[in-house]
């Protein structure tokens, strides 16, 4: 195809230069031949042609024939205002009018033309012929063969294609140069094949369920699929901006650009827990993989939940005979009212948390969460308190999103006090307006100052990983959702000695209802109207 071109290119260049060669020859052969007539037509010229008759070898016919033997031109002719011949190359045309319309050069014009004579065609150009005075007494006409005009334009056409063939030459050569390169590069691929994989991987890309990106050497986005953008949260847009704009600094952004070295590494954008992996390309890019793991995050954390309350079950059905058989053993020592005393102390005990719950966390979810963490603490010897003046109303925006971030810091903070001397956990939960403010403290070691920044970092942890999977997820997401918001996650030294988790969350909860107007019904009877 390139060789193709080349030569198309080279053809029509030669062509482009003969079409001028041609008209540009003539013109000189005729700027050429009226030169010699100009030369030809001076004052003795002039005397010689008004001083006697025209004859076969008269003082013209000797001069012209010498300017013409001396030029190489095909003839000079001479001729008075009559427009009858002086001079000749033919002596017989001597004193004959001449062949062709002299009336223009006759008139004081000079003439130059291509035009054809009783020589034969000829570039001819045509001066008027004045004496000593000025007086117009006759005109010179010179030709020049048109044969030899047209040779040089022949001799002309060798060089011009030997010129032509050398560019044809080197542009071969660069075409073989380049498609080699090119077959190279494409790994001696036809252009056939290369669509085809093209519309091949643009199906498999915006076809899989795993997020692709791809990166330049600069860390500039050059490709990403649809499920990448929802995951990320980008549009088609960013193709070509730095990642690093686009993300704005985090773990995200290091664990793509590749900041952050690691197989399956975990990551947090928005709120969805997300596993990256990244391959460097040969040409100082890198192709980023990224699946969606929140599902199966929030089920492997739902199973830990669910696995610790069947723990609390089990221990729980053991106490529960134990209950049993110490009620058992009161009523065959016919020791009713302590066994009365007794049942009604166990009931009161797990009333008394239920109630306590619901009295100050009026959402019906949240407060079973509360409630079951309590049998959970119980358990394994913490004590889960509500801490004093705590009074959420039940107004929450998305009480799931609450539950999240209260399950994580409750999780936690029983993890840490848990073994722990007089190992308690207090929760305290409050409105301000439409702000929600969360705190959880916990007796355990707490966290070192140096600590206090990186815990709420993806994938950092103390802990062994669990069965399903990675640690170092939960208090990044419960940053993140507070962020999300508009608000801010902390931690701090707490009263116990331990940790405190301080959260706010603006407008989490909507605006309280209105008051409904009071009917007749509601008016007290001493304001009814007589």
Same mark, same amino acid.
């Given at each position: 195809?390139?060789?193709?071109?080349?030569?198309?290119?080279?053809?029509?260049?030669?062509?482009?230069?003969?079409?001028?060669?041609?008209?540009?020859? %003539?013109?000189?052969?005729?700027?050429?031949? $009226?030169?010699?007539?100009?030369?030809?037509?001076?004052?003795?010229?002039?005397?010689?042609?008004?001083?006697?008759?025209?004859?076969?070898?008269?003082?013209?016919?000797?001069?012209?024939?010498?300017?013409?033997?001396?030029?190489?031109?095909?003839?000079?002719?001479?001729?008075?205002?009559?427009?009858?011949?002086?001079?000749?190359?033919?002596?017989?045309?001597?004193?004959?009018?001449?062949?062709?319309?002299?009336?223009?050069?006759?008139?004081?014009?000079?003439?130059?033309?291509?035009?054809?004579?009783? $020589?034969?065609?000829?570039?001819?150009?045509?001066?008027?012929?004045? %004496?000593?005075?000025?007086?117009?007494?006759?005109?010179?006409?010179?030709?020049?063969?048109?044969?030899?005009?047209?040779?040089?334009?022949?001799?002309?056409?060798?060089?011009?294609?030997?010129?032509?063939?050398?560019?044809?030459?080197?542009?071969?050569?660069?075409?073989?140069?380049?498609? &080699?390169?090119?077959?190279?590069?494409?790994?001696?691929?036809?252009?056939?094949?290369?669509?085809?994989?093209?519309?091949?991987?643009?199906?498999?890309?915006?076809?899989?369920?795993?997020?692709?990106?791809?990166?330049?050497?600069?860390?500039?986005?050059?490709?990403?699929?649809?499920?990448?953008?929802?995951?990320?949260? =980008?549009?088609?847009?960013?193709?070509?901006?730095?990642? %690093?704009? $686009?993300?704005?600094?985090?773990?995200?952004?290091?664990?793509?650009?590749? &900041?952050?070295?690691?197989?399956?590494?975990?990551?947090?954008?928005?709120?969805?827990?997300?596993?990256?992996?990244?391959?460097?390309?040969? %040409?100082?890019?890198?192709?980023?993989?990224?699946?969606?793991?929140?599902?199966? /995050?929030?089920?492997?954390?739902?199973?830990?939940?669910?696995?610790?309350?069947?723990?609390?079950?089990?221990?729980?059905?053991?106490?529960?005979?134990?209950?049993?058989?110490?009620?058992?053993?009161?009523?065959? $020592?016919?020791?009713? /009212?302590?066994?009365?005393?007794?049942?009604?102390?166990?009931?009161?005990?797990?009333?008394?948390?239920?109630?306590?719950?619901?009295?100050?966390?009026?959402?019906?979810?949240?407060?079973?969460? =509360?409630?079951?963490?309590?049998?959970?603490?119980?358990?394994?010897?913490?004590?889960?308190?509500?801490?004093?003046?705590?009074?959420?109303?039940?107004?929450?925006?998305?009480?799931?999103?609450?539950?999240?971030?209260?399950?994580?810091?409750?999780?936690?903070?029983?993890?840490?006090?848990?073994?722990?001397?007089?190992?308690?956990?207090?929760?305290?939960?409050?409105?301000?307006?439409?702000?929600?403010?969360?705190?959880?403290?916990?007796?355990?070691?707490?966290?070192? /100052?140096?600590?206090?920044?990186?815990?709420?970092?993806?994938?950092?942890?103390?802990?062994?990983?669990?069965?399903?999977?990675?640690?170092?997820?939960?208090?990044?997401?419960?940053? &993140?959702?507070?962020?999300?918001?508009?608000?801010?996650?902390?931690?701090?030294?707490?009263?116990?000695?331990?940790?405190?988790?301080?959260?706010?969350?603006?407008?989490?909860?909507? /605006?309280?209802?209105?008051?409904?107007? &009071?009917?007749?019904?509601?008016?007290?009877?001493?304001?009814?109207?007589?």
């Amino acid at each position: 195809m390139q060789l193709a071109v080349a030569s198309g290119v080279t053809v029509l260049a030669t062509g482009l230069f003969l079409a001028p060669l041609s008209a540009q020859l %003539d013109d000189q052969a005729m700027r050429r031949a $009226l030169a010699i007539a100009e030369t030809m037509a001076s004052p003795r010229t002039a005397a010689d042609l008004t001083g006697g008759p025209s004859s076969a070898t008269g003082p013209v016919q000797r001069e012209a024939e010498r300017i013409r033997t001396a030029t190489g031109a095909e003839y000079v002719v001479v001729m008075d205002t009559r427009g009858v011949r002086w001079s000749h190359p033919d002596p017989a045309q001597i004193g004959r009018t001449v062949s062709t319309d002299p009336s223009e050069v006759l008139a004081g014009h000079e003439v130059m033309e291509i035009d054809s004579g009783t $020589l034969g065609r000829s570039a001819r150009g045509k001066a008027p012929l004045r %004496d000593a005075d000025g007086r117009l007494v006759g005109a010179v006409s010179v030709g020049i063969e048109y044969d030899s005009v047209r040779d040089r334009l022949l001799s002309a056409i060798p060089g011009l294609l030997a010129y032509a063939g050398g560019a044809l030459a080197a542009g071969a050569l660069a075409a073989y140069l380049i498609s &080699r390169r090119i077959q190279r590069q494409t790994r001696d691929l036809a252009f056939s094949d290369i669509s085809a994989l093209l519309a091949e991987r643009e199906a498999m890309l915006h076809g899989i369920r795993e997020g692709v990106v791809a990166l330049d050497r600069k860390g500039s986005v050059r490709l990403l699929n649809d499920e990448a953008q929802r995951l990320l949260g =980008l549009g088609p847009e960013a193709t070509g901006r730095p990642l %690093d704009a $686009l993300l704005g600094p985090g773990r995200t952004a290091d664990v793509l650009i590749g &900041r952050v070295s690691g197989a399956d590494l975990v990551t947090v954008q928005g709120h969805r827990v997300l596993i990256a992996n990244r391959m460097p390309t040969d %040409d100082g890019g890198a192709v980023a993989t990224l699946r969606d793991r929140t599902e199966l /995050e929030r089920l492997g954390r739902e199973l830990d939940s669910t696995r610790g309350l069947i723990d609390a079950l089990r221990a729980q059905d053991h106490e529960h005979a134990n209950r049993l058989h110490t009620l058992l053993g009161l009523l065959e $020592l016919e020791l009713y /009212e302590e066994a009365a005393d007794f049942v009604t102390e166990v009931v009161g005990v797990h009333r008394a948390t239920a109630e306590q719950v619901t009295e100050k966390v009026h959402d019906p979810l949240l407060a079973a969460l =509360l409630v079951g963490k309590a049998t959970v603490a119980a358990e394994r010897g913490v004590s889960l308190l509500i801490a004093p003046g705590s009074l959420l109303p039940d107004r929450l925006v998305d009480p799931r999103e609450l539950v999240t971030v209260v399950g994580n810091l409750v999780d936690n903070a029983l993890d840490a006090a848990a073994g722990t001397p007089d190992a308690r956990v207090e929760v305290g939960l409050r409105a301000d307006g439409r702000t929600v403010v969360l705190r959880v403290a916990d007796s355990g070691p707490g966290v070192p /100052e140096e600590h206090r920044e990186l815990i709420f970092t993806e994938g950092w942890t103390t802990k062994a990983p669990p069965a399903h999977g990675e640690r170092g997820i939960g208090l990044a997401l419960v940053r &993140r959702l507070a962020e999300r918001r508009g608000g801010h996650a902390r931690v701090a030294a707490g009263p116990a000695g331990g940790a405190e988790f301080a959260v706010v969350l603006p407008d989490a909860l909507t /605006e309280p209802a209105p008051p409904a107007p &009071r009917g007749p019904a509601d008016t007290p009877a001493e304001e009814l109207p007589r």
